[in-house]
């Protein structure tokens, strides 16, 4: 868009493509989102029906860019809706709504709170848009500014019998102020009609009951009369029953919202932001899921968990969870696929890529091998050179093409300049894994190692995969001596011709070390004591590592490579009291503070 004019003046436009370079290079940066959002809607001096084509257009774009990225700030589209109604009017805010539902699929009280105070706009569809909201919203624990209005807008066309329909909804719902709703319904339950207080049988069975118990029993002339009961009398009882009955559904959505109450009063951010949560948030709503899960009842807890990822979006961990649990319910395979094409599309950011390699998976489990192909591929495009994506790309195509296509994959990986030499040696093992494991052939999978070690002389991975490729061959009586000879001639290699940091040198050696134990031969004790002196021995050791033969040039390798050389221990000064850690904290760059009379190291970088 550099060459694209944004309207305005010289100077709104200059600063606007300053601005949307600035997002183009850091396209996660929102602050600087935000300042492009600013400046499209002040040109001109606020956008209305009598700007420019070019300005309104380009607000427009930055709207349209910005919502794509973070289609949960609703306070955004609601910006948005208004812009746009006053600019052209109801129907183009109607759009803006409907672009917004289709983003999300995602909705909170707040979000579809601000839309109804604007549904004068177009009364046509209120009843359909109320529904909908309903659908969305309606049961979440804070939801009642929507009932609110949904009830207000009854009572304005005095539709009581739809006031009380709305009533007799609400009231099963644990929510924040359930107990005023009941105590209207109860009241309007007083003057509605018999029909619409309970379903047909409920009644069906009270009339019954009530007939049942036979003639009432009067008290007349100091006498007792048995009289018939008219109808008055038994709507009376009636009614008297429901509203027993009532009582008992206030009991149990007071019960079912004492239980809930704990876990809502410590969710603080009920909205989508883009800054970070603390872990006591997302230790509650880990709580209110498992909560719900033991409950059991489906409706709550989809509910929650679409409630949990408006304010967790950027959370893969609920997402996977979400996708579990549904996965658990009979036939909802379309719903496990909208989580995950939600997660992968909009909102876990793409540096985490385990749910979309979980909804490849989800997708060969569904027999569209093609669809799991394709996103391994789209992953790759995103992430150019991830590893993990790379191996699980090569065991699909093994799983459904054959070993071969499956080490085609690493070897083009291998030869592409995406990844880099670090990642390569990685493939490698992989590469040779494969001809051990599956396909069964060790001398295939030693000649993959043998002919790539040269190149691969820094990488840790490659020479720890080579190592315990070779320590973990099955061996016998007969061919231990043989498969000794294979396993000193990596270490050996390791040690003499690698360029590995000493610390991984040594933990390797002493790996070797304990196989020199457990399956060396009758000489295995003397190798195993000449590695332990040259290994563990510290003036042995720091010989060997010199690179200039001094010994302040060992220690300062040492001090990169291994955390530290070691201190020496002044024993005179341990006599007088003074802390022997001391000198080791200061060489290891930090330095002892007293607390409570005892020396406590604080790294220097944090002080």
Not at 9 to 14: D, I, K, R, V
Not at 178 to 194: C, H, I, N, S, V
Not at 254 to 264: I, L, P, V
Request: charged letters at 30%; a negative charge; one cysteine or more.
């Amino acid at each position: 868009m550099t060459d694209f004019s944004f309207g305005g003046s010289e100077e709104e436009n200059a600063e606007l493509k300053k601005l949307n370079a600035e997002v183009a290079e850091d396209v996660d940066n929102f602050d600087n989102w935000e300042k492009l959002v600013r400046a499209a809607e002040s040109l001109e001096g606020g956008l209305n029906r009598n700007s420019s084509p070019q300005s309104i257009a380009a607000t427009r774009e930055v709207y349209d860019r910005f919502l794509a990225k973070f289609p949960l700030l609703f306070g955004y589209w609601k910006k948005y809706a208004d812009l746009e109604f006053a600019i052209a009017g109801t129907e183009a805010a109607e759009m803006v709504e409907s672009t917004r539902e289709e983003s999300q699929a995602l909705l909170i009280p707040s979000i579809f709170g601000p839309t109804i105070a604007d549904l004068k706009l177009i009364q046509v569809t209120i009843p359909m848009l109320f529904e909908r909201g309903a659908n969305y919203v309606g049961l979440d624990f804070l939801a009642h500014p929507f009932w609110d209005k949904y009830l207000e807008f009854e009572e304005r066309l005095e539709a009581y019998d739809k006031i009380f329909a709305i009533l007799d909804r609400v009231v099963h719902i644990p929510m924040h102020q359930y107990a005023r709703y009941f105590e209207r319904y109860r009241q309007l339950a007083q003057t509605r009609p018999l029909p619409e207080l309970l379903p047909a049988d409920t009644l069906a069975q009270f009339r019954l009951e009530i007939e049942t118990e036979g003639p009432v029993v009067v008290q007349a002339g100091g006498q007792q009369i048995k009289t018939e009961r008219g109808e008055l009398e038994i709507e009376r009882e009636m009614r008297t029953r429901i509203d027993n009955f009532h009582l008992e559904i206030f009991g149990r959505t007071q019960t079912e919202t004492t239980k809930r109450w704990t876990y809502e009063s410590e969710i603080k951010r009920p909205y989508f932001h883009i800054t970070e949560l603390d872990e006591p948030q997302l230790i509650n709503w880990r709580k209110y899921l498992d909560f719900e899960e033991v409950e059991g009842d489906y409706a709550r807890t989809q509910f929650l968990y679409e409630r949990c990822l408006v304010t967790c979006a950027f959370y893969d961990e609920f997402w996977f969870r979400y996708a579990r649990w549904m996965s658990a319910q009979e036939g909802k395979e379309e719903e496990v696929r909208n989580i995950y094409q939600r997660a992968s599309m909009l909102y876990v950011p793409i540096s985490r890529p385990g749910i979309r390699l979980q909804y490849a998976y989800f997708e060969e489990m569904s027999d569209r091998v093609d669809v799991a192909v394709a996103i391994h591929e789209a992953l790759l495009t995103s992430l150019p050179g991830h590893l993990e994506t790379t191996v699980s790309w090569a065991n699909l195509q093994r799983r459904h093409g054959g070993l071969d296509a499956a080490i085609e994959v690493y070897k083009a990986q291998i030869d592409s300049p995406q990844f880099d030499i670090y990642a390569k040696a990685a493939l490698v093992g992989e590469w040779a894994r494969l001809l051990w494991k599956i396909k069964g052939s060790v001398e295939e999978a030693r000649q993959v190692f043998q002919k790539n070690q040269h190149w691969y002389l820094d990488s840790r991975a490659f020479w720890i995969n080579y190592f315990f490729f070779e320590l973990e061959q099955p061996t016998s009586a007969e061919t231990e001596n043989t498969q000794y000879l294979r396993i000193k001639q990596v270490h050996d290699d390791i040690r003499r011709k690698s360029h590995l940091p000493p610390l991984t040198i040594k933990d390797i050696t002493h790996y070797y070390m304990v196989y020199l134990l457990e399956r060396g031969t009758k000489d295995a004790a003397k190798e195993y004591l000449m590695l332990d002196r040259e290994v563990n021995g510290q003036s042995v050791n720091k010989a060997k590592l010199a690179e200039d033969g001094k010994e302040s040039t060992t220690n300062r390798r040492l001090m990169m490579e291994n955390g530290h050389p070691g201190v020496e221990v002044d024993e005179v000064a341990i006599r007088k009291g003074e802390n022997p850690y001391t000198k080791y904290y200061q060489q290891q760059g930090e330095q002892p503070v007293p607390v409570n009379g005892q020396t406590t190291p604080v790294p220097l970088r944090y002080q």
